[in-house]
């Protein structure tokens, strides 16, 4: 489906693309310069998923955090991917390494959505 461009979507884009993490959809209406209100930035996330240009991770207590597909820009670059949450500083990352599993007879995987949670790089030196 074509969707028209709009400066609120650019504005959305720009954050997510410069964040270099996943943020969540509180975080992305700090960061919009623009004003915008909460249900047309979720309405925009979604669309992003829908159009592959974002994708969504949920956490494991619900919270939903979304990142720009680097596929988009790299379609070599690992689509399935582990995503990494930090408990300390509580930023959650694409980890680009490709996922490995095995699925019990009779199932057919399309997607994963792989969660580990710990300290990250950063904090482990801190």
Known sequence: MIRRNTPTKDAILQVLSTSGKALSQDAIERRVELKVNRATIYRVLNQ???????????????????????????????VDHFHFR?????????????VEYTAPDGYAVERTNCLLTGTCRDCNIA
């Open 86 to 98: 930090c408990l300390s500083c509580e930023s959650i990352e694409c980890l680009q390494i490709p």
């Open 48 to 78: 992003f998923c829908e159009d592959d240009i974002v994708h969504k991770i949920v956490a494991e207590d619900g919270k939903q955090y979304f990142a720009i597909c680097r596929k988009c820009e790299n379609p070599e670059q690992v």
